[in-house]
């Protein structure tokens, strides 16, 4: 079995910053993607960044240049620091881990998501 938990979420001002992250932890033998999405009420979850473990990032086009993804391979931990923050970017967001619990068996698991307001 592996857990992740998820923290960093909250209130902020336009403009603000948060930094979210994520740590998996259980039986893992190796993780490969890590990404962070992101989900109003009502719409499709989506992607916002992700990372691989060698670490190349790719990001969504609302967000590029403000958030930046990044990943502690030791500590099985992915971070999302999020800078000039705005409203639309107020959602749910929810971490993402792909890897491998043996050398042959593959997980994929969704964090339990984080919520992120930004409001004046």
């Known amino acids: 079995q592996v857990q992740l938990v998820e923290a960093g979420g909250g209130l902020v001002q336009p403009g603000g910053s948060l930094r979210l992250f994520c740590a998996a932890s259980?039986?893992?033998?190796?993780?490969?993607?890590m990404g962070w999405y992101r989900q109003d009420p009502g719409k499709q979850r989506e992607l916002v960044a992700n990372?691989?473990?060698?670490?190349?990032?790719n990001y969504s086009d609302s967000v590029k240049g403000r958030f930046t993804i990044s990943r502690d391979n030791a500590k099985n931990t992915v971070y999302l620091q999020m800078n000039s923050l705005k409203p639309e970017d107020t959602a749910v967001y929810y971490c993402?881990?792909?890897?491998?619990?043996?050398?042959?068996?593959?997980?994929?698991?969704w964090g339990q998501g984080t919520q992120v307001t930004v409001s004046s």
């Open positions: 993402n881990v792909q890897g491998y619990y043996t050398v042959h068996n593959r997980f994929g698991i």
């Open positions: 990372i691989t473990s060698g670490a190349d990032t």
């Open positions: 259980g039986r893992i033998f190796s993780i490969n993607a």
